[in-house]
Nanobody, 121 residues
Framework: QVQLVESGGGLVQPGGSLRLSCAAS????????MGWYRQAPGKQRELVAV???????NYADSVKGRFTISRDNAKNTVYLQMNSLKPEDTAVYYC???????????????WGQGTQVTVSS
């Protein structure tokens, strides 16, 4: 069983910054990809950013140049530094990981409980 604990959400004014963290624990042999998704009211969940074990990253066009994803493999933790926040960034942000429980190719996925980010003056 694997648990993801997210933190760092909150209320911030437009132009401000927040840093989200997501720590994974439990039956983890290795983590392949770690990512952040978000879901605004009335909209589908969308990818924000993802980082692989090798350090490759991918970002949604809407956050490129403003958000930075990083990970600490020793701590099984992924971060999302969000700068120049806009009201349209308001959403519940979810952490997701693809991991292995043992040696072998099979990957499992799991989600965090979500953390609210509200950008408003």
């Amino acid at each position: 069983q694997v648990q993801l604990v997210e933190s760092g959400g909150g209320l911030v004014q437009p132009g401000g910054s927040l840093r989200l963290s997501c720590a994974a624990s439990g039956s983890i042999f290795s983590i392949y990809a770690m990512g952040w998704y978000r879901q605004a009211p009335g909209k589908q969940r969308e990818l924000v950013a993802v980082i692989t074990s090798g350090g490759s990253t991918n970002y949604a066009d809407s956050v490129k140049g403003r958000f930075t994803i990083s990970r600490d493999n020793a701590k099984n933790t992924v971060y999302l530094q969000m700068n120049s926040l806009k009201p349209e960034d308001t959403a519940v942000y979810y952490c997701n990981i693809d991991y292995r429980e043992s040696v072998g190719p099979r990957l499992f996925g799991t989600w965090g409980q979500g953390t609210q980010v509200t950008v408003s003056s």
